[in-house]
């Protein structure tokens, strides 16, 4: 199983960065960029490709909605080339509190747009004349739809690489289909393997009977608040704000990703107390309503027998690759819970 660090949207990204050059130092396999309504991913991940050499670099996630599908192509090159090949293009639909909210684009058509970026930017980075009549994009726009000028263009530099691994962040039926099909790499929130298979398995199952024998295994790239060590269960504490936030915040009431995952975990009505008080705006509340039983299922926080059990439970429900959130405020400690992981993985 590889492993992956986490890196947070929201201040001290430098300091963040320094981290990152001592985890690859340990041997951390990849680090990840979210990209919210913060700064963007893209160019953190520049400076990243700088200070690192070896650990591969990606977006976790960026929005399909906020760049073109060929910037999209463009920036993943760009990012590739500067990092030497090291790069993984990680985008999802987000969601339309930020989509529409943030940028002011409609949310619509998530599967259709989504199918139809990672097939234009395949056509970029082969540096074909980029031609494409899709239902959401045409390429070059029509005449009834533009001046009629525009013509087919090919990328003018030379990518490093003419397939840049792409991950699809995926939490539905039909959208975690679609990326067994085509995606490189899945990767889902907030997973709980012993309910993964129940959650998600009938999907994967059928997005893999259309799958390219090309495109290689399916890269399972799951998610985790890490704190390793004998006196670390108060840290269980630490990883409820997020659980909180999605379960309760990140959507209107019907349509919230997260509450609906947290509810076919078997966590209903503790979902919909959550997204009450949250909602209500009682956001301390609606963060010691989440219970410590679904932080366990969730997280890898314990001893270091306790972690090595949680990774097994994780490998055999078929995820590759493990990507961290070390719930500590203290950069030592972080390599430290880092390196106990790798150690643990090996």
Not at 185 to 193: C, E, I, K, R
Request: aromatic share 8%; charged share 20%; proline share 5%.
């Amino acid at each position: 199983m590889r492993t992956g660090i986490f890196l947070g949207y929201a201040g001290g990204f430098k300091e963040a960065a320094e981290q990152v050059v001592a985890l690859e130092q340990v041997g951390i396999d990849i680090a990840l960029v979210a990209e919210a309504y913060s700064y963007d991913a893209i160019s953190q991940l520049g400076y990243l490709a700088a200070k690192t050499s070896t650990i591969e670099l990606g977006t976790g996630v960026v929005p399909i909605y906020t760049r073109t599908p060929s910037l999209l192509a463009m920036t993943a090159a760009g990012v590739d080339y500067v990092s030497e090949g090291r790069f993984r293009l990680g985008i999802g639909t987000s969601g339309p509190q930020v989509v529409e909210g943030f940028h002011g684009v409609p949310f619509d058509a998530p599967l259709g747009r989504t199918r139809e970026v990672v097939e234009i930017c395949r056509q970029v980075w082969r540096r074909e004349k980029v031609s494409y009549d899709g239902k959401y994009y045409q390429l070059p726009l029509p005449a009834g739809r533009g001046t009629g000028l525009g013509k087919p263009l090919k990328l003018i530099n030379h990518p490093v690489r003419e397939r840049i691994p792409i991950t699809i962040a995926a939490l539905g039926p039909q959208n975690v289909a679609l990326t067994a099909e085509i995606a490189e790499g899945w990767q889902p929130v907030f997973y709980y393997p012993e309910k993964a298979d129940e959650v998600w398995g009938e999907a994967l199952r059928a997005g893999a009977a259309k799958r390219d024998p090309a495109l290689g295994p399916l890269d399972v790239m799951v998610s985790a608040s890490l704190a390793i060590g004998d006196d670390v269960e108060d840290r269980l504490a630490w990883a409820k704000p997020q659980l909180a936030l999605y379960i309760g915040g990140m959507g209107a009431r019907g349509k919230n990703f997260y509450h609906n995952l947290a509810t076919r975990y078997g966590y209903g009505e503790v979902a919909d107390r959550i997204q009450d008080l949250y909602l209500a705006g009682k956001k301390a509340e609606a963060i010691a309503a989440v219970p410590d039983d679904l932080v366990r299922h969730v997280s890898l926080v314990g001893p270091k027998g306790f972690v090595k059990e949680r990774l097994a439970a994780y490998a055999e429900a078929g995820v590759t690759t493990i990507l961290v959130h070390p719930l500590t405020d203290d950069a030592t400690e972080a390599v430290a819970f880092a390196e106990d992981l790798v150690a643990l993985t090996d």
